[in-house]
């Protein structure tokens, strides 16, 4: 299922991942005052109701023993915090602890590691230091009073697994029904668990909290890459201040700017592929470079075409040799990009082919509507041309029978005194 669901005993799982990561501001990330922030974030995770909702399934089909690695998770934090409970035996009263991150009060940090020490010994591969701490940390000797640097960052990782059914049902079942858990679980990581882990990274004292997943890896990176486009709204405005020096004409400029953005979803719809990836808004960026090269082309061939007799020479002339000269450079511009296809990095063929879609589409849609549009134009500057000149002549005959009725008046008042 895509990468979605895992097999497990023949049952059918939908899993996420989330990440924290601490690094603590004074060197030292397990330094009590550290801890307790770092705690304190998790049991609030931990606590809401649709984080243990997913944890035992959303049928709560999933039993505690794979409730581990979403609660309390791959965290230090179930070992510093045990559950500490009296039993009675033939021994007497003992001190029994279940590492579930529950307890009120922490455990000795040596000992908690010392814990998590002996179970990695003893073959427990989820208690492997490397998935908590830095490779550079001693555990053993930290554990044995060893004199070693304490470790500066800390890892904690929550797994969600929740069935979805058995392998023996049919495919196009099992993706129906992952589509609503992997929407329900987007929500509530972008809703829920998101605004908490922000509120936790402006507000922590002693730690610098970071976190990333499956679906929130994917928010972090669209809001950069939004912050990034908002960005370049700087160089599109040069872009279009350059334009309109260029071709002395705003119509022209707005037109042409939205021809060249056009170009962008045009090459989505005739691509193949159902998703984009982040690196497909680059074109964005790009086209707008190529975009513009083909505009000036066509604008300083239409320039030249004056010396044609009438519209339709210019027309002909302005779309054969613009066309032929930016069709052999939109080909080549296309090629170059398409040539990607043979990498082995399936994002970077995706973002060859929509760009060079990108680019080949951008000179057809340009070829199309730019020639029409100086056409026009023209029709209208002359237009106004003839208006100007019928009425300059118009002012100058007025001009002229007024000079004469004075000029008449002038004889009669002269003639009348003699």
Known sequence: LGGATARRLGDMFFTRN????????????????????????????????????????VDNSTPYRRRFPCDPGESLMAWVRPSQKKVRDQEGAQLELEFDGSGSEPLAISAALGYMRRGYVGGQEALNPLRYFPKTFDLGAFVDGRETPPPESLRAQFRFSIKVGDSWEPLNQLRARVGPVSDEYAAFAMGTVLPILQEAA???????????????????????????????????G??????????????????SIFVIFMAVPVAYVVSPADKTTIASFLSVFLIVGVGSDVVFVFVDFWRQSAAQRD??????????????????????????????????????????????????????????????????????????RKRAIVDISCGDSEKLVRENEKRSAQVRSHSKFM
């Open 18 to 57: 989330l990440q924290t990561y601490y690094v603590a501001k004074n060197g030292d990330i397990l330094e009590q005052n550290a801890l307790t922030e770092i705690h304190t974030l998790e049991q609030r995770l931990r606590s809401l109701p649709q984080w243990k909702r997913f944890c035992r399934g």
């Open 202 to 236: 402006a507000e922590a004292k002693h730690v610098r909290v970071y976190y990333s997943g499956d679906v929130l890896s994917t928010q972090e990176v669209m809001v950069a890459l939004m912050s990034d486009l908002m960005f370049s709204l700087g160089s599109f």
């Open 238 to 255: 040069f872009v279009a201040l350059y334009m309109w020096v260029h071709t002395r004409s705003v119509l022209i400029t707005v037109v």
């Open 311 to 384: 519209l339709e020479s210019r027309l002909a002339f302005t779309i054969m040799k613009a066309g032929k000269s930016c069709l052999a450079t939109s080909i080549t511009t296309s090629v170059s990009f398409f040539a990607n296809l043979a990498s082995v990095l399936k994002p970077l063929r995706e973002f060859g082919f929509f760009m060079g879609n990108c680019v080949m589409s951008c000179f057809v849609l340009v070829l199309l509507f730019i020639p029409p549009l100086l056409a026009a134009q023209e029709i209208r500057r002359e237009k106004v």
